[in-house]
């Protein structure tokens, strides 16, 4: 089958490190993407994996373990302009994206 | 850089009527993508395009049609609206298909609600 598992929401402080997680279940995958949607906007893309390990990119990371089908998102350094929905995605057999439902990051002073 | 635009942002329809949704992309992609979004639940493919000329339906295409008469636009059409369809509509464009890293660029977003 085809399902994306991720928190519904989570909180954390402002200057902390957060760590975002998704599960998937699928026969044919293809790669898995983060992207980023703040209230009201556009989905943007931070990061994909497609084989195993550890990207990082800024203060953003995204981990991936294919044999677990599994992938997180670490967030560090924590800004207030963090505070947005995480969207896991990943490409199944057809090269189609299938969504998560978002995790809501809330982020403390 | 307009990149992916939508038209209209905002809708507000009765039963029954119908409507078409622009999408227009500038960075000469192939791919587009129409996905709505509803709350709790993740984005939904309804049709998508691999190029001009050419449509396949997604996850959740009833109620829908689409056309890719020229490569930069993609337009989606409700035919007789119904209050399911009460929805965020994104259009999306994709140099490549997943295989190959194909970052989506998306739209603002068309907001619409059928009363």
């Known amino acids: 089958g085809q399902n994306i598992d991720q928190p519904t929401e989570m909180t954390a402080t402002e200057g902390a490190i957060v760590q975002i997680n998704c599960t998937y279940q699928?026969?044919?995958?293809?790669?898995l993407f983060w992207y980023q949607q703040h209230a009201g906007e556009a989905p943007t893309f931070l990061s994909y994996?497609?084989l195993d390990g550890l990207e990082e990119k800024g203060r953003f990371s995204s981990f991936l373990s294919r044999s677990k089908g599994y992938s997180y998102l670490l967030l560090k350094e924590l800004q207030m302009k963090d505070s947005a929905s995480y969207l896991c995605?990943?490409?199944?057999?057809?090269?189609?994206?299938?969504w998560g439902a978002g995790t809501k990051l809330i982020i403390k002073p | 850089n307009a990149g992916v635009t939508q038209t209209p942002k905002f809708r507000v329809l009765k039963t029954g009527q119908s409507m078409t949704l622009l999408c227009a992309q500038d960075?000469?992609?192939?791919?587009m993508y129409w996905y709505r979004q509803d709350p709790g639940m993740g984005l939904r493919l309804i049709h998508y395009?691999?190029?001009?000329?050419?449509?396949a339906k997604g996850e959740v295409p009833d109620g829908y049609n689409v056309s890719r008469l020229k490569k930069q636009n993609f337009l989606l059409g409700l035919e007789s609206a119904a209050p399911s369809q009460t929805s965020v509509y994104f259009c999306?464009?994709?140099?490549?298909?997943?295989?190959?890293?194909?970052?989506?660029?998306f739209g603002e977003g068309s907001r619409l609600t059928v009363l």
């Open positions: 699928t026969s044919g995958f293809n790669g």
């Open positions: 960075m000469n992609h192939e791919y």
């Open positions: 994996n497609v």
């Open positions: 995605a990943e490409t199944d057999s057809n090269y189609q994206l299938i």
């Open positions: 999306a464009s994709s140099y490549s298909s997943g295989r190959v890293s194909g970052e989506l660029f």
């Open positions: 395009s691999v190029g001009e000329g050419t449509t």
